[in-house]
């Protein structure tokens, strides 16, 4: 391993993969098995679910959590949903490169609000290049906005918050909530529109920076 950076920590979505298959899953795919489940049309479908997961929120667990929205709608099979979408699983392009990379030199992470079913079936590809994932939501009921998270990551990993590096496309979630607690976090804004010392735009560049941390 070298310099001051032993672990780095990546958010997944709008960080490795982008957010197509998972708006499919919520506002197409759920919204379609209710339809056909009520005898209703689409469009009927898609305002209920959808105004039943904002009465619900992103502040709350269940929010995340698959097996509770298909529970609460009286669905069967999420799993034969991800498959149906499993051609919209889409990787930013620097991505298999960077992560081949970096692994030679560091521990690598994947700590996201995603569900489990989420994060495993998004990881397929890149599974091989991650020593350990997190689901902020599955694994510790809490979210990524809670610093208790990352303090967790770091207590299970046995690492000091100042030897790992986070990186996601959330200020909240992905920059200040790790930095509380000493985790040198970065902000990916891949609109390039962001620009101060602890931004980048693409996972290219955080590379560049964790290296000229040493
Ligand atoms: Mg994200």
């Not at 994060?119 to 009921?141: G, H």
Request: charged letters at 30%; glycine letters at 6%.
């Amino acid at each position: 391993m070298v310099g001051s950076v032993k672990v780095l920590s990546f958010d997944l979505e709008g960080t490795l993969v982008n957010h197509v298959f998972s708006d499919l899953v919520w506002n197409e795919g759920i919204p379609k098995l209710y339809a056909e489940k009520m005898g209703i049309s689409f469009e009927e479908a898609k305002n209920f679910v959808l105004t039943e997961y904002a009465k619900v929120g992103d502040g709350k667990i269940e929010w995340y959590d698959i097996k509770y929205w298909f529970n609460r709608f009286g669905l069967k099979n999420y799993k034969k949903l991800f498959e149906n979408y499993s051609d919209k699983v889409f990787y930013y392009p620097e991505v298999e490169e960077v992560l081949d990379s970096l692994k030679k030199d560091y521990m690598l992470v994947l700590a996201t609000n995603s569900g489990r079913e989420f994060l495993e079936f998004l990881t397929e590809k890149v599974r091989k290049y991650f020593d350990k994932t997190f689901s902020a939501t599955s694994d510790f009921k809490c979210l990524k906005k809670d610093s208790f998270f990352y303090q967790k990551i770091c207590d299970i990993l046995n690492v000091k918050p100042e030897l790992m590096a986070h990186v996601g496309d959330r200020l909240e979630d992905d920059v200040i909530s790790p930095r509380r607690i000493g985790v040198k976090a970065f902000y990916l804004d891949r609109s390039g529109k962001t620009s101060n010392s602890f931004t980048v735009k693409n996972l290219k560049e955080f590379e560049f920076k964790i290296k000229s941390l040493d």
